[in-house]
């Protein structure tokens, strides 16, 4: 069974930056598209990002494009969401996520295409 673990949230300024990972234990990361998804307090989950292994695929929601950047390290079995230029709204709790086959198409209406998730990590941007 895959397990994943997030890390790297905390409080930061507005206009700042984090980097939150997530370690991947159970399967070799190279077979499984990726994606992060956030949920602010009294709000659904919502897709941030996500990545396809062997496609190469990879879908942003237009709140966080071209300020946040996902990647993975397969040797470190590890990916990665890199966000710069924080805003106040990006706050919430972060999920890692992880899936043999996505479409990675339209991260905002797939987070049911899911099976392994993360605890989650909290992302507080103050302004």
């Known amino acids: 069974q895959l397990h994943l673990v997030e890390s790297g949230g905390g409080l930061v300024q507005a206009g700042g930056s984090l980097t939150l990972s997530c370690e991947v234990s159970g399967y070799s990361l190279y077979a499984y598209d990726i994606a992060w998804f956030r949920q602010a307090s009294g709000n659904e989950r919502e897709g941030v990002s996500c990545?396809?292994?062997?496609?190469?695929?990879?879908n942003y929601a237009p709140s966080v494009k071209g300020r946040f950047t996902i990647s993975r390290d397969n040797v470190k079995n590890t990916f990665y969401l890199q966000m710069h230029n924080l805003k106040p709204e990006d706050t919430g709790v972060y999920y890692c996520?992880?899936?043999?086959?996505?479409?990675?198409?339209?991260?905002?209406?797939?987070?049911?295409?899911?099976?392994?998730w993360g605890q989650g990590t909290q992302v507080t941007v103050s302004s």
């Open positions: 990545h396809t292994s062997s496609r190469g695929t990879t």
């Open positions: 996520a992880a899936e043999l086959w996505v479409r990675c198409a339209d991260i905002a209406s797939e987070s049911v295409d899911f099976g392994s």
